[in-house]
Each structure stands twice: as structure tokens, then as C-alpha cells.
T-cell receptor, first 115, second 109 residues
Framework: IAGITQAPTSQILAAGRRMTLRCTQD?????MYWYRQDLGLGLRLIHY???????GKGEVPDGYSVSRANTDDFPLTLASAVPSQTSVYFC??????????????FGPGTRLTVL | GQNIDQPTEMTATEGAIVQINCTYQ??????LFWYQQHAGEAPTFLSY??LDGLEEKGRFSSFLSRSKGYSYLLLKELQMKDSASYLC??????????WGAGTKLIIKP
């Protein structure tokens, strides 16, 4: 089934450790996004990529980095995890770039707990 | 600042109709989206409005008034599986998607 996959499904991480969340899509969408979702708050954009080879900062980029080496993969790295990064992380993609009205489609999410 | 307001929680009865409101204040407007999110799952796309009026899609309809900064999602013939959170999101003038915190809809038999 076409769509977006994320790994791991959940993770408990010690503070200070490095962690990479993986995201892969097989829809050949140009744009990809990383969001975090916290209780009582709307989804907040961390980083995005309009096309392979380009990335941009969202609303809450500090402490996170991304890369977009190819169309399908968009990993999110926490260089040194802190407890405030405990959240549910969603990867999304859209056919056109972030500067369009195109619908975004979401992966199943990664639940990350930083202790 | 930019803001999307939705009720935190609503309760409705199976078989009934419910209207979930969303008001927004954003810098510009390039469309409004509604997503459904079941607990522990990903948001899934429901509807998109960019012009004023009502868009109907089966049991779900979405309405937009750009002059009032207002939208609603109307769910008819409620089923237990409609118990979920409903997220309203607006694309601003920079095409950034601004998300509301979501409305948790509880359906009772």
C-alpha cells in the first residue's frame, strides 16, 4: 500500500543521546514535512523540504536537523535530546511544495519520550 | 499573532448531527483544511475550502466564510467510528499551515 512509513513506532531515550527518526514515502511527492504534536497544542512544523536537496526551517526548528538526499527519505535528527522534545512526531508529504495549497498526507507517527 | 480557535471537546449522540466550529485570524488566507485524527493515529484529510460556501462530501460537509474568518465541519448521521479529534488548519499568505489544537468529538450511543 502506497504511503508514508515512519520508524521507530516509539522510543524511550536518555537525555543527551542522539536520535534519528526515519521517514520514507513512496508516492513520489516533492515536499516533505516534520511536525510535533503535543497535548493541547496544534501541530507545529519543525522542518520542511520542498524538493530533494533543499530544506527549510519551520516554527520550532531548534534542536533538530534534517536532510533530503533523495525524494523518498526525510530523516529527522535530534543531536542531543532534551526532555522538552518528548512528543509525538509526524512526517507528512505533499505532491507540490510547501508554497502551495496541496493537501498533506501523514505518516503513522513516532512517540518519543526523553528521560 | 496567528490563531486558530476550536472548541476543545464536544459530545453528540449516535445518529445525530454535530457542527464543529473553527475561527481563525491569520496573515492572509490560502485555504482551510479539516483533518480527522483517531486516538494514537495519524491525521487524515477530510476537506479543503478556499472559496466561500459549502462543500459536501458524503456525511461530511465543510463551510467557509472568509469575511468572517469562520469555518465549520458538519457531520451527519453520526456513527461510533466518528469519535475522533477534528483538526482545523489554515494556509496563510506565506503558505504556512497554521493548525488549531483540535476538537475531541465523543459519540454516545
Amino acid at each position: 500500500i502506497a504511503g508514508i512509513t515512519q520508524a521507530p513506532t516509539s522510543q524511550i531515550l536518555a537525555a543527551g543521546r542522539r536520535m534519528t527518526l526515519r521517514c520514507t514515502q513512496d508516492m513520489r511527492h516533492n515536499a516533505m514535512y516534520w511536525y510535533r504534536q503535543d497535548l493541547g497544542l496544534g501541530l507545529r512544523l519543525i522542518h520542511y523540504s520542498n524538493t530533494a536537496g533543499t530544506t527549510g526551517k519551520g516554527e520550532v526548528p531548534d534542536g533538530y536537523s534534517v536532510s533530503r538526499a533523495n525524494t523518498d527519505d526525510f530523516p529527522l535528527t535530534l543531536a542531543s535530546a532534551v526532555p522538552s522534545q518528548t512528543s509525538v512526531y509526524f512526517c507528512a508529504s505533499s505532491d507540490k511544495g510547501a508554497d502551495s495549497t496541496d493537501t498533506q498526507y501523514f505518516g503513522p507517527g513516532t512517540r518519543l519520550t526523553v528521560l | 499573532g496567528q490563531n486558530i480557535d476550536q472548541p476543545t471537546e464536544m459530545t453528540a449522540t449516535e445518529g445525530a448531527i454535530v457542527q464543529i466550529n473553527c475561527t481563525y485570524q491569520t496573515s492572509g488566507f490560502n485555504g482551510l483544511f479539516w483533518y480527522q485524527q483517531h486516538a494514537g493515529e495519524a491525521p487524515t484529510f477530510l476537506s479543503y475550502n478556499v472559496l466561500d460556501g459549502l462543500e459536501e462530501k458524503g456525511r461530511f460537509s465543510s463551510f467557509l466564510s472568509r469575511s468572517k474568518g469562520y469555518s465549520y465541519l458538519l457531520l451527519k448521521e453520526l456513527q461510533m467510528k466518528d469519535s475522533a479529534s477534528y483538526l482545523c488548519a489554515v494556509k496563510d499568505s506565506n503558505y504556512q499551515l497554521i493548525w488549531g489544537a483540535g476538537t475531541k468529538l465523543i459519540i454516545k450511543p
